[in-house]
């Protein structure tokens, strides 16, 4: 697996890591699906709030210019992990337009991934941070920040065919790593798990062509300000998953 990072111009949505047609992408598949991604506005509630986020901004980054658009997923396209969240965070990833770059989640995430080997930096601040992924791939299970970060069941599912699509192109992938129990309830339905455990960290669930899902707390401050989530427990997920793709 290469260290490929994959980038999109604020300006103009490019998919230069993709278009290297490794995993299967390509222009015709993650490539042509992230441009989708990024042109969409299905959720009239998500495109209003996404949008007048980046315009109000918040006064720390008041002198930034957000992304305010939907976030497609980035990382290595022949991964074997493939991490999904959420959501974006409205300052974090609708800010900066890498998913979990430039806000807390982020900080504890990419950090857990340096430590385990799978990035080549524990921060994550700026689309052009210098961040490369090792076999992973970082994406969301709704692709706009949500108010309160809680997107409706009719957002959820009408973002739910572009997860699908996503980890069908992911050709190379072998394990997903849910953050928190709303990625997954997504993933489970986007990938078919019909036996389902009871969502806890650590907790994995197989799915019928023998790929294997793991839950993890979502690393949001909530979780890490109160100890729930620890750097240990976050670290033990993706060795784990680490063991299961080198069997
Ligand atoms: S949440 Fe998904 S489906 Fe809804 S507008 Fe954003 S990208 Fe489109």
Redesign the pocket.
Known sequence: MGLVGVAISPCQPSVSGVRRGQGGAGPSGLGQLQQE?VA????PR??AWREEVATTRKAAFRNEEYWGR?LPGFGDPEASIVIVGLAPAAHGANRTGRMFTGDRSGDWLFASLHRTGLANQPTSRSRDDGLHLHDVWVTAA???APPANR?TPD?RD??LP?LRRELDLLTSMRVIVALGQFGYDVVCRAIGVTRRPHFGHGVEAAASDGRTLICSYHPSQQNTFTGRLTEPMLDAVFRRALELVAT
């Open positions: 991604i969409c506005r299905a959720c998500l495109v939907p709704v692709r706009c997107p957002e009408q973002c572009f």
